[in-house]
């Protein structure tokens, strides 16, 4: 099952550019912003993007290894709970994908807090002029609320171990990339075709589809 949920959390990434473009629309224009008018070397933007699927998957591993720990318990009720709320938000994931609700915002006004206090230290990294600064300001850019992450870390907290959780938060790293670094450097031909109506919910189905047959797995 955990082919699907990689499978499901690379979508959710790569199909979630509206929300992506969005919330970090502001962030990827400071990072391209330079004082002498020229703009940024590629490296560095692949250095903030890197530093960003860096922090996810990180994130990953510790609600991986958390689920883990509690996996350990043996508490076979606590397992099948963490499994089910896992698939239940992949479906919620791929309703959203698909225009049909809304939901995943409620988790960004939760993390507000603690993105007002990072942000003093994110502007002090601003300008970045080299490579591990661009790492290093691209980690702490993983830490903004985002309802995408929030959402995909509840499926890693169910993965069952550090290994799995850290899987499943850099496929999604890494289907977040083409929008963002899209949106910095490229004509954004991809974008177009992504944002089509019909793909977002054909992708969205497909998200949610998984959701539906790990419950079924789960009830069966």
Not at 59 to 65: D, P, S
Not at 105 to 111: I, T
Not at 193 to 217: D, E, N, T
Request: aromatic share 10%; with cysteine; proline share 5%.
């Amino acid at each position: 099952m955990i082919e699907f949920s990689l499978l499901s959390a690379l979508l959710v990434g790569l199909f979630g550019g509206v929300h992506c473009v969005g919330m970090c629309g502001g962030i990827v224009a400071a990072f391209s912003f330079r004082a002498d008018g020229a703009k940024p070397p590629f490296r560095l933007h692949l250095g903030y993007n890197l530093g960003r699927v860096l922090s996810y998957t990180l994130f990953g591993a510790l609600a991986g290894a958390l689920g883990g720990t509690l996996n350990l318990l043996e508490i076979r009720p606590l397992q099948l709970a963490l499994y089910g709320l896992a698939q239940g938000v992949m479906i919620l994931l791929g309703l959203y994908l698909a225009g049909w609700n809304r939901w995943v915002l409620v988790f960004e006004k939760a993390g507000g807090l603690l993105w007002s206090r990072l942000q003093p230290a994110f502007r002090k990294l601003l300008p970045v002029r080299n490579l591990p600064g661009a790492l290093l300001a691209g980690m702490v850019w993983g830490w903004l609320p985002c309802g995408l992450v929030y959402s995909v870390l509840v499926a890693a907290l169910a993965a069952g171990s550090a290994a799995s959780g850290a899987a499943l938060m850099l496929a999604f790293g890494l289907g977040t990339l083409p929008n963002l670094l899209g949106m910095a450097l490229f004509a954004q031909q991809l974008q177009p075709f992504m944002q089509k109506p019909a793909v977002r919910r054909l992708a969205g189905l497909l998200v949610s589809g998984f959701g539906v047959w790990g419950l079924i797995r789960l009830l069966v």
